[in-house]
């Protein structure tokens, strides 16, 4: 019997200490959501530091979300280098392998990420065409040659827009990758002869005028205007992620530019566009200035050609196409992480001992302006030898 009252009192006793054990856990684990510990009372503990809350597990590296702050800073930090290399009969070179060359900035050898040859990217390409009265006779021969490169340089993914400039520059298509609207638009440029102009490249004071409004600007040829809004407009618009161009079409002889040819080439750098320059005019009348168009194509990574017979003017537009599209895409992060706005030079060097033989010629921008997280802003050209 007292076997059984001693059972009786230990029942109770385990029944009181449960009611109260969970009483504080109840109130330890609310204390526990708000983040401080807490008597059986609800008053806090002196001294008591808050819980912990579970630590997630560590996610690897390539498993960050495309959002997180990481990821972003790796992107922006990438600086993107296109470049081509021709052999010595200025054929390309398609087998070059990241081993083969060697990046430096500002003189400092750099770690490349991504090396790759990049023919399908797609292309943003602007048509500029000088329409003053230097190019009156062989204006027809590059409206046929602008026709023919964009029936054979357009993709699916490609678009394209054409200009037409003299002392003012207008907008004869916008971007689009309709070749139709395209050659229709090349067929609506045409020569607008200046007030007084007689033919010939003559201008006679006190002819009637020929061509109705805006004679002075007919008159004229803005080429560094033409290419600086078409850098600053244009192709601005264009699409992301696509490689950008400006195919120039003038003898170069500019009068009457608001903008300098450094204004022009800065805002091309700024685009990120090559500009292809082809001298070409009237030689019986003006001269081509080879030296301003190689200075803004060489200073943007382009090329500048100077045909003199129309098959001459197609092989160049040819050329243009393969540099295009057979182009290197090489990738780094600089190990000069500073964003000062500072140039920043680039050096690409071919480093296998073989391949220097051969006198590979290299055509790629060489430097960039390091502003914010773009990086990739190019800057001057660079031809290795």
Excluded: C
């Amino acid at each position: 019997m007292s076997f059984k009252a001693s059972n009786r009192s230990l029942f109770l006793f385990l029944v009181v200490f449960s009611l109260l054990s969970g009483s504080l856990a109840a109130n330890l684990l609310f204390a526990q959501d708000e983040g401080t510990a807490r008597d059986k009372n609800g008053s806090p503990l002196v001294n008591a530091h808050p819980f912990p809350s579970p630590t997630p597990a560590a996610s690897p590296r390539e498993e960050l979300p495309q959002d997180s702050d990481e990821v972003v800073k790796v992107e922006t930090n990438l600086t993107s280098i296109f470049f081509t290399a021709a052999d010595k009969n200025k054929r390309f070179v398609g087998n070059l392998k990241a081993s083969d060359i060697r990046i430096l900035e500002d003189g400092r050898p750099q770690e490349v990420f991504t090396f790759q040859q990049s023919i399908d990217l797609p292309l943003s390409i602007a048509i500029l065409i000088d329409t003053s009265r230097s190019e009156e006779r062989t204006l027809p021969d590059e409206k046929e040659a602008a026709r023919a490169f964009l029936q054979d340089v357009m993709h699916s993914k490609d678009e394209a827009a054409v200009v037409s400039f003299t002392g003012e520059t207008t907008l004869e298509q916008g971007f689009t990758g309709s070749v139709e609207r395209l050659r229709r638009a090349v067929d609506r440029v045409e020569f607008v002869p200046p007030s007084g102009y007689v033919g010939g490249g003559v201008v006679v004071n006190g002819t009637p005028p020929i061509s109705g409004t805006n004679q002075s600007l007919a008159g004229s040829t803005a080429i560094w205007d033409a290419v600086w809004a078409t850098s600053d407009e244009l192709l601005g618009e264009s699409a992301d992620n696509t490689r950008r161009a400006i195919i120039l079409l003038t003898d170069g002889d500019d009068t009457s530019s608001r903008m300098k040819i450094h204004d022009a080439i800065e805002r091309a750098q700024k685009a990120d566009a090559l500009i292809y320059a082809i001298g070409i005019g009237d030689r019986y009348s003006f001269n081509v200035d080879e030296g301003a168009l190689r200075k803004i194509a060489e200073q943007t990574g382009g090329r500048a050609y100077f045909p003199r017979n129309e098959r001459e003017l197609g092989e160049a537009f040819i050329q243009i196409q393969r540099d295009l599209r057979e182009q290197y895409l090489v990738a780094y992060s600089p190990s000069n992480k500073v964003r000062d706005g500072s140039y920043r030079r680039i050096e690409i060097q071919i480093v296998d001992p073989e391949l220097r033989k051969q006198n590979l010629k290299l055509n790629y921008r060489s430097g960039y302006f390091a502003k914010g997280g773009a990086s990739e802003t190019p800057g001057r050209k660079k031809s290795e030898d």
